[in-house]
């Protein structure tokens, strides 16, 4: 039997019954899955914006609903690339974002659940900010954002493990950075583009954050803290 972690635990608490609610991609969310999987009273209504999860929740014996059947959203959780204390994240390697976003704007709250090394300071630079592209503008999209200390470079299958088209069928560019300092700058401008359709940078959608600590505690942030 799988032993239900410290994460998953603290997860669970903002779980009421009947709510509708998105599960995103990676680890903690998976073993969050797993654990509603034994708890079929709670009656919720769930949906994803990511393929793996679904088929994974479909295993588990949970009833899954398309995303586009949901208007609002009581809870969402995800995982993250990278994470700083103002609340942002990066959430490039999935390659999912544009639906991610669509579950963080129907979400009342949204919640990260991560590991207390991706909470820095500063966002990680090793990290890219992936924007999703139709394939007719990658090249002037390319050249429009190249810039001293900018390296662009289209994902290709072999790049990463993950995918290099996103589930719509368009391209992935990954920006790299010598720091992300100017993000915001950055990401703004190239959410402007004509071609581009999202960027994996959340700036203003993060409400928590429930990071495990090595010593398996964890530490919850919530957006209005810094209010």
């Given amino acids: 039997m799988r032993i239900i972690t410290a994460i998953t635990e603290r997860a669970l608490e903002f779980i ?3 709510m509708t609610i998105s599960l995103g991609g990676g680890s903690n969310v998976h073993d ?4 509603l999987a034994t708890k079929p009273q ?12 679904y088929q994974a929740c479909l295993k588990l014996g949970l009833k899954m609903t398309t995303l586009t059947q949901i208007k609002d959203l009581d809870l969402a959780f ?15 390697n999935g390659g999912i974002h544009t639906l991610e976003k669509i579950c963080a704007q129907k979400a009342q709250v949204y919640i990260i659940l991560t590991k207390s090394e991706r909470l820095t300071l500063q966002l990680n630079p090793a990290i890219p900010l992936t924007l999703e592209v139709i394939s007719p503008a990658v090249s002037t999209v390319s050249s429009l954002l190249s810039a001293p200390g900018i390296q662009i470079q289209q994902r290709l ?46 700036e203003d959608y993060v409400t928590n954050v429930l990071a495990l600590e090595a010593d398996n505690s964890v530490k919850e942030i919530r957006k209005d803290e810094f209010k």
């Fill in 16 to 18: 009421k019954p009947g």
């Fill in 32 to 35: 969050l899955a797993v654990a």
């Fill in 42 to 53: 709670l009656k919720l209504t769930l949906c994803t914006p990511s393929e793996l999860t």
């Fill in 78 to 92: 995800d995982g993250c690339d990278s994470l700083d204390y103002q609340l942002r994240a990066l959430k490039s």
């Fill in 157 to 202: 299958a072999s790049t990463v493990a993950s995918f290099a088209r996103t589930p719509s069928g368009n391209c992935l560019l990954d920006c790299y950075a010598q720091n992300w300092h100017e993000i915001t700058t950055f990401a703004h401008k190239a959410a402007s583009l004509n071609g581009v359709i999202g960027t994996s940078f959340f």
